[in-house]
């Protein structure tokens, strides 16, 4: 592999602590540089260099860029659908201005290659709700999802006018064990788990039949692993892949986990949420991604749990 430096910017969300530990073994621990706002992760700590930076402070963002001779960045730092809604205007701002920060430094400094995630946050009420094809109706109704739409016509445009090598994927709700989600309306199906293992019941504030695509994040870093490592030429998308994982409801997801735990109690009290996952689609067409860089899940929903559960038994052995 050729010398690299990457910069993650937003490593200690959800993504960004997994996606560090797996760019750490391919790229080696001194080569991947994690920052954010917020304090280093714990999971973080000790595994290679951190800086704390503001995506918002462009003229910091670039310095870091040239001290520490980066040649590629992976931007993480967004306000999700949620929180989005309890601050349009804050949801714009960040998840353009830091986005933009990120792509004209990128030009600037000729760097190799760019990661930006959008979501299936861009697709509204009007867009076929079973396998949502890669090119269709996209009217999205959050603030979040808006930003996702404009964010991803900002990386094609780069690309084709200056030719910048960014890359994107619309992202599921993504499920995973080592560090919480941030404020998205599919975090119930990370609660979930916790709350099973230490209650057993949860109350969701999502109906139980609500269908949304769903993916474990092991699914998600590998596709993200792939995609950045696929030719050049490969590449047809420059806005952002649909990828597809699974797609399942609170009533689907509990029975589940009543495999492992039979007692375990689900019930439903929908909020505000609902209606924003109820403008997203239930399932997504991927096969632009398959076709390209051969994109496959390897996760369904019982393999998930079986998975979850046994790492988060495993973690509070550990305590
Ligand atoms: P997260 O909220 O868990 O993490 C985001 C991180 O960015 C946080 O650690 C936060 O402190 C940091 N951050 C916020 N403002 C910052 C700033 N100004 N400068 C530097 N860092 C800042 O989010 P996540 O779930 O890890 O999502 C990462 C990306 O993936 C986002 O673009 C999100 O839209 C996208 N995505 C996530 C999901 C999901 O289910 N988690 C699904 C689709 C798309
Ligand atoms: C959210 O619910 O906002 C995120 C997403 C699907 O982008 N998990």
Not at 141 to 160: L, P, R
Not at 172 to 193: N, Q, W
Not at 249 to 260: F, L, V, W
Request: hydrophobic share 40%; glycine share 6%; with cysteine.
């Amino acid at each position: 592999m050729a010398k690299e430096k990457i910069l993650v910017i937003g490593a200690s969300g959800q993504i960004g602590v997994e996606l560090t530990l797996a760019l750490r073994k391919i790229y080696g621990a001194a080569n991947v540089v994690a920052s954010d706002l917020r304090e280093e992760n714990e999971l973080l700590k000790g595994s290679g260099p951190y800086v704390s930076l503001d995506v918002m402070n462009k003229e910091m963002l670039h310095v870091q860029v040239i001290r520490q001779n980066i040649t590629q960045i992976y931007l993480l730092a967004a306000i999700l659908s949620a929180t989005g809604e309890k601050n349009p205007n804050l949801a714009w701002h960040l998840n353009m201005q830091g986005l933009l920060n990120v792509l004209d430094i990128a030009r600037e400094e000729k760097l190799q290659k760019v990661y930006w995630p959008s979501s299936i946050a861009v697709f509204g009420p009007t867009s076929p709700k079973q396998l949502c094809p890669q090119q269709t109706i996209i009217e999205p109704i959050t603030v979040y999802g808006i930003s996702k739409y404009a964010g991803e016509f900002w990386c094609n445009y780069y690309h084709q006018r200056y030719g910048v090598d960014v890359r994107s994927i619309r992202y599921p709700g993504l499920i995973s064990y080592k560090s919480a989600p941030g404020g998205g309306t599919t975090d119930y199906a990370v609660e979930i788990y916790s709350e099973a293992l230490a209650e057993k019941k949860y109350k969701c504030f999502l109906k139980e039949d609500t269908y949304l695509p769903m993916m474990y994040m092991p699914d998600a870093i590998r596709a993200t692993m792939e995609l950045m490592h696929a030719p050049a030429e490969n590449i047809t998308v420059r806005t952002s892949y649909n990828i597809s994982g699974m797609s399942f409801s609170p009533t689907e997801i509990a029975a589940s986990i009543q495999k492992h735990i039979p007692e375990f109690k689900l019930s439903c009290v929908p909020d505000s949420r609902q209606k924003i996952a109820d403008s997203w689609p239930q399932s997504i067409d991927d096969a632009v991604a398959t076709k390209d860089w051969g994109w496959k899940p390897e996760y369904d929903l019982d393999k998930m749990t079986n998975d979850m559960l046994e790492n988060l038994i495993k973690a509070q052995n550990e305590l």
